[in-house]
């Protein structure tokens, strides 16, 4: 958690110097797909979320570029229960955080890039919502985020098509950290993100 701490700001203060260098800056927004995971991803628990945030691209050669990322991120899981007494639905677990990538992408043609790289983030809010079979929120439930590992860090890689004034494409974000201690009830689970994403530039 030391390194964390002290690699985040680094990363903020690196975002901030690539943008006023940058060749591209734009917004983005993406549907994410959060699950946590243990030993492996169960589709089962998959929570539709979303993210929105500012890239900043700084080309360093024809086929490289650096990407930078400032982004807020919804993310986490749900499960499912169906028993006699409360009937059918889901525990949602909505962890909200404020998310940084740096991504290396590397240019493939003239549209195409493969993307890769780390990221760190820190968690602002943590609720869970119990949403019964037709849909309905029946409670909301916040938690205090100090209940939870505050950061957040691990590797993302994906690939994108860029377009006249923009770029698109499909991205996976996997958490390296467990999200809680133990006794919060989410078993050691890090995050898994599946993310569509679509940018323009400014």
């Not at 890769?116 to 602002?124: M, S, V």
């Not at 809010?125 to 439930?141: F, L, R």
Request: proline content about 3%.
């Amino acid at each position: 958690m030391n390194k964390i701490i002290f690699v985040l700001p680094f990363l903020i203060l690196s975002s901030f110097f690539v943008k006023a260098q940058s060749d591209q800056t734009g917004i983005r927004a993406s549907l994410n797909l959060s699950n946590l995971y243990v030993d492996e991803v169960n589709d089962e628990n998959t929570k539709p979320g979303f993210a929105v945030g500012i890239y900043f691209r700084k080309g360093i050669s024809e086929q490289v570029s650096i990407q930078p990322e400032i982004n807020y991120s919804l993310k986490g899981s749900q499960i499912n229960y169906d028993n006699f007494f409360s009937g059918s639905g889901k525990y949602r677990y909505n962890l909200s955080y404020i998310e940084i990538p740096v991504l290396a992408n590397i240019h493939v043609g003239e549209n195409l890039y493969f993307s890769a790289g780390p990221y760190a983030a820190t968690l602002i809010a943590a609720k869970v919502k119990d949403v019964d079979g037709d849909g309905s929120i029946n409670s909301v439930e916040e938690y205090d985020r100090d209940d939870f590992n505050t950061f957040d860090y691990g590797v993302a890689a994906g690939v994108g098509f860029d377009f006249t004034g923009g770029t698109a494409g499909v991205r996976y974000n996997y958490g390296l950290n467990n999200v809680a201690p133990d006794d919060r009830g989410l078993d050691n689970g890090k995050n898994s993100v599946l993310q569509f994403f679509l940018g323009f530039d400014f």
